[in-house]
């Protein structure tokens, strides 16, 4: 596609609900990442996927959060038992390549948790 | 470990005024480093960027230059527009590697 897409655009959960937040990066973009915005604070990364493998998931704050890319383009950060500090815009970015120094990013999910 | 550190907002000024805002970075080697800009409602959008020690990275009127001497990089504007109103982040990329670090904003109105 012409953009990175992402979905839905807004989600309302109650505390204790799973969410899954899909993204569509740019089609033929090896590389994906995953953002957590918090109101008035800069992106802070939850995780990278090159293709289909994982290469870091060290801003995963916690063992609630999964995220995957089963087949290199499409990937879903699922939330599980979400609480109110969940509650924050996520973000998904893809690039071209892992030479690439700038990302394409998606207009984001906006998650509150109620 | 790596870290951006920007001036803290808002800034407010009128329109056609002088524009800078300051950036500073902690990293090993030399980063890549970054501006992004985030209008009301959008998704974050690449504004210029600088991949080594004296780039200078420019776009729509916007400038910044990599200073390896201060470890900043500052962005600046000759003269602002009302439609320039936006959230500016600052942002670095490590050396051989893959993830962008990005400071915490500076929120940006521009008065008509």
């Known amino acids: 596609g012409a953009g990175v897409s992402q979905s839905p655009r807004y989600k309302v959960a109650k505390r204790g609900q799973d969410v899954a937040l899909r993204c569509d990066p740019i089609s033929g973009h090896v590389s994906l990442f995953w953002y957590q915005q918090a109101l008035g604070q800069g992106p802070e990364f939850l995780t990278y996927?090159?293709?289909?493998?994982?290469?870091?998931k060290s801003g995963l704050p916690s063992d609630r959060f999964f995220a995957e890319r089963p087949e290199g383009s499409v990937s879903t950060l699922k939330i599980q038992r979400t609480q109110q500090e969940d509650s924050a815009v996520y973000l998904c970015?893809?690039?071209?390549?892992?030479?690439?120094?700038?990302?394409?990013f998606g207009s984001g999910t906006r998650l509150t948790v109620v | 470990g790596n870290s951006v550190t920007q001036m803290e907002g808002p800034v407010t000024l009128s329109e056609e005024a002088f524009l800078t805002i300051n950036c500073t970075y902690t990293a090993t080697g030399y980063p890549s480093l970054f501006w992004y800009v985030q209008y009301p409602g959008e998704g974050l959008q690449l504004l210029l960027k600088a991949t080594k020690a004296d780039d200078k990275g420019s776009n729509k009127g916007f400038e910044a230059t990599y200073r390896k001497e201060t470890t900043s990089f500052h962005l600046e504007k000759g003269s602002v527009q009302v439609s320039d109103s936006a959230v500016y982040f600052c942002?670095?990329?490590?050396?051989?590697?893959?993830?962008?670090?990005f400071g915490k904003g500076t929120r940006l109105h521009i008065l008509p």
């Open positions: 942002a670095l990329r490590p050396p051989r590697g893959d993830k962008i670090i």
């Open positions: 970015a893809s690039s071209s390549d892992r030479t690439n120094y700038g990302y394409t």
């Open positions: 996927f090159q293709n289909e493998a994982q290469l870091d």
